[in-house]
């Protein structure tokens, strides 16, 4: 199983980005997926998951980021407006199969005020 993240970029304050995560390989049955980040600060944190059909979002990016995916294709986008400087960070995207989880490489997300 390979997960591949990618539309990272560097984007000013209040402009938008949409993340796109393609898992390829025997993913299935996929039980929870999301997007987590990595501060400069080396803080890391869920940004949004979707588990069970339940969608939760970290209180710093409520209303501002949307996620989706597209079940057929084994394909998870996070949507990314208003950005904010403190939205800098790494992203990575999760799938997680029972008890085994599978983590993409990472896409710089870089905000400039």
């Known amino acids: 199983v390979q997960l591949q993240a990618s539309g990272g970029g560097l984007v000013q304050a209040g402009g938008s980005l949409r993340l796109s995560c393609a898992a390829s390989g025997n993913i299935a049955p996929i039980s929870a997926m999301g997007w987590h980040r990595r501060t400069p600060g080396n803080q890391r944190e869920l940004v949004a998951g979707i588990s069970g059909g339940t969608t939760t979002y970290a209180d710093s990016v409520k209303g501002r980021f949307t996620l989706s995916r597209d079940r057929a294709k084994n394909l998870l986008y996070l949507q990314m407006n208003s950005l904010k400087p403190e939205d800098t960070a790494v992203y990575f995207c999760?799938?997680?199969?029972?008890?085994?989880?599978?983590w993409g490489q990472g896409t710089q997300v870089t905000v400039s005020s």
């Open positions: 999760n799938f997680r199969r029972g008890w085994d989880n599978f």
